[in-house]
């Protein structure tokens, strides 16, 4: 945990799953980002899902709900989704929350390894939000996108968790970027889809920001490295030149959601790419 002025922070776990290392990477030859992240024998990387926890005032806000439980067996060992060790719920346990004392929950885009927890099935067998009180922050445009998506990404997207979001009531859709709290604020992105929102947190002196999938990994801050998911890779491309160009100049933290090992960390600028200091605890 960080406790900056007025901002306590919390990186919580939903555990690990693992995707397609060529597919993490792109156009990158797998000699290269092997050297980074190595694969297993059927070429996945292991992947963390790490949600951020932000209180201020008499606001818990959580970014990202991780996966979820609810996969068949036979997705489970696709995606090597692994709980033994953590999940969201007892993630926030362990930072001394229940799901009811959330208060927001920030869903930087639907794909299903960033929403998949917003649902649980409860005692009674129906499907229902995990965080039951909490304001669900969303993006219009990422919505209408998620709700008709394209062939390249619709097997991101779980539709019937989508239905069974917008029928809580409890889904605040928003046109853009802007404030959320007194210092913590929504970033829209573009290149990996339509209307991704990453946040950004600051007290006045320090500074974080949450990557989501533009930086789902250190190893993605070299700035070609870019998803072979993302739907717009040259507006990826921009946007990562964009923020990493901020983030050295003023000495954010950045916080990945993805990354098995390293949690968060700072960058520097160097002929033309960013370097990642030692890792940063949270």
Sequence with gaps: MLAWD???????TDGRFALDGGAMFGIVPKPLWSRRIG???????PMALRCLLLQTGDRLILVDTGIGSRWSQKETAIYAIDHREQDLVRSLKAAGFAPEDVTDVVL????????????????????????????????????????????KDRGSFRGEDIARLMDSGQVRLRDGGGELAPGIELVVCEGHTVAQQVVRASD??????????????AAHLRLPWIMGYDLQPLATLEEKRSLLTRAAADDWLLVFEHDPVVAACRVRSEGGQFVPSAPVEI
């Design 6 to 12: 007025g901002l306590r922070i919390w990186a919580l």
């Design 39 to 45: 694969a297993d024998d059927q070429n996945r990387i």
């Design 108 to 151: 930087t885009h639907l794909h299903f390894d960033h929403a998949g927890g917003a649902l649980r099935t409860g005692a009674d067998g129906d499907l229902g939000l995990t965080f039951g009180r909490a304001r669900h922050h969303l993006q219009r445009r990422h919505l209408a996108w998620a709700q008709a998506a394209s062939d």
């Design 204 to 217: 006045g002196s320090r500074t974080l920001l949450y990557c989501g999938d533009v930086v789902p990994t």
